[in-house]
């Protein structure tokens, strides 16, 4: 499935750098999610985009700071990161909401 | 708290044989109910998804919709070792845009 793209697929990181995930949808799709899948957890929801307007903030911690410049790109910044935050960031979109969400491959992130 | 649970195994079958997965949702406004498939070091990959009581049935995969009972499940035939991965179950809390998952359930199908 190409449908969703994700880059970068593997980032190491330290705690005071910063970098961005990118994510880009080619199915036409108008909302787009972001989700953080830790180990031995379920997927936890992050952020929610509809039309480029965010719709969800779901208590994240501000060192992750979503953008969404048009309906086929997102991204996530990341800042001063813990090493808790190391996870799998997988990128979703849906036509609408409560549609089927399809995902991208994910970013494995570990944070040193 | 809207929940999803699910046993998280493992579960393990032989080849061949029925997997049954099972997914209970506290939400009694939940819509949307699907199943996801994934395997180890991957994302989700949708298997099915319903939306009415009763049965669903795609190739090997059956779900079934209770939602007097708040039940969703997903009846896996002739289950193959290309079916061992952990399968999730996402349910649309009613508030139209958020999937709520469960842990997932490991199948292991032994050879």
């Known amino acids: 499935e190409t449908g969703v793209t994700q880059t970068p697929r593997h980032l190491v990181m330290g705690m005071t750098n910063k970098k961005s995930l990118k994510c880009e949808q080619h199915?036409?799709?108008?909302?787009m999610y972001w989700y953080k899948q830790s180990a031995k957890k379920p997927l936890e929801l992050m952020f929610v985009y509809s039309l480029e307007e965010r719709v969800e903030n779901n208590s994240v911690p501000s060192r992750f700071s979503p953008e969404c410049p048009n309906s086929s790109h997102l991204f996530l910044h990341l800042h001063t990161l813990q090493p808790e935050d190391s996870a799998l960031y997988l990128c979703?979109?849906?036509?609408?909401?409560?549609?089927?969400?399809?995902f991208g491959p994910g970013t494995r992130l570990l944070v040193l | 708290q809207k929940e999803v649970e699910q046993n998280s195994g493992p579960l393990s079958v032989p080849e061949g044989a029925i997997a049954s997965l099972n997914c209970t949702y506290s939400d009694r406004g939940s819509q949307s109910f699907f199943w996801y498939r994934q395997y180890s070091g991957k994302s989700p990959e949708l298997i099915m998804s319903?939306?009415?009581?009763g049965d669903k049935e795609d190739g090997r995969f059956t779900a079934q919709l209770n939602k007097a009972s708040q039940y969703v499940s997903l009846l896996i035939r002739d289950s193959q070792p290309s079916d061992s991965a952990t399968y999730l179950c996402?349910?649309?809390?009613?508030?139209?845009?958020?999937?709520?998952f469960g842990k997932g359930t490991l199948l292991t199908v032994n050879p």
């Open positions: 199915l036409g799709h108008n909302a």
């Open positions: 979703a979109s849906s036509q609408a909401f409560g549609e089927t969400q399809y």
């Open positions: 996402a349910v649309n809390g009613g508030s139209n845009y958020k999937l709520t």
């Open positions: 319903i939306y009415s009581n």
